[in-house]
Nanobody
Framework: QVQLVESGGGLVQAGGSLRLSCAAS????????MAWFRQAPGKEREFVAA????????FYEDSVKGRFTISRDNAKDSVYLQMNSLTPEDTAVYYC???????????????WGQGTQVTVSS
């Protein structure tokens, strides 16, 4: 049974930082592309960042480029999202996802975590 468990969310002031973690189990982690998506109230789930199975390629949504960094540790079956210079527009539930190929579409990912809330106050 595949499980993705996110952690690290919370409440932070604008301009602050958070580091999200996602621990995977039940799958061959090093063979999966990993991604972070987010969903704000009343909005569709949107792509944030993705990383290839090796970590050699990363992709970002335009609004987070230069502020967020995705990384992975295949020895720990974990993926991370370092978020800096946070703004209230970053407030959302953040989801970790695993899939065969790196992609920006929700339906390209097979497994999802339960999400972790990130709230940025102004």
């Amino acid at each position: 049974q595949v499980q993705l468990v996110e952690s690290g969310g919370g409440l932070v002031q604008a301009g602050g930082s958070l580091r999200l973690s996602c621990a995977a189990s039940g799958l061959t982690f090093s063979r999966n592309a990993m991604a972070w998506f987010r969903q704000a109230p009343g909005k569709e789930r949107e792509f944030v960042a993705a990383i290839s199975w090796s970590g050699g390629s990363t992709f970002y949504e335009d609004s987070v480029k230069g502020r967020f960094t995705i990384s992975r540790d295949n020895a720990k079956d974990s993926v991370y999202l370092q978020m800096n210079s946070l703004t209230p527009e970053d407030t959302a539930v953040y989801y970790c996802a695993a899939g065969t190929l790196v992609a920006r579409r929700v339906d390209n990912y097979d497994f999802w975590g339960q999400g972790t809330q990130v709230t940025v106050s102004s």
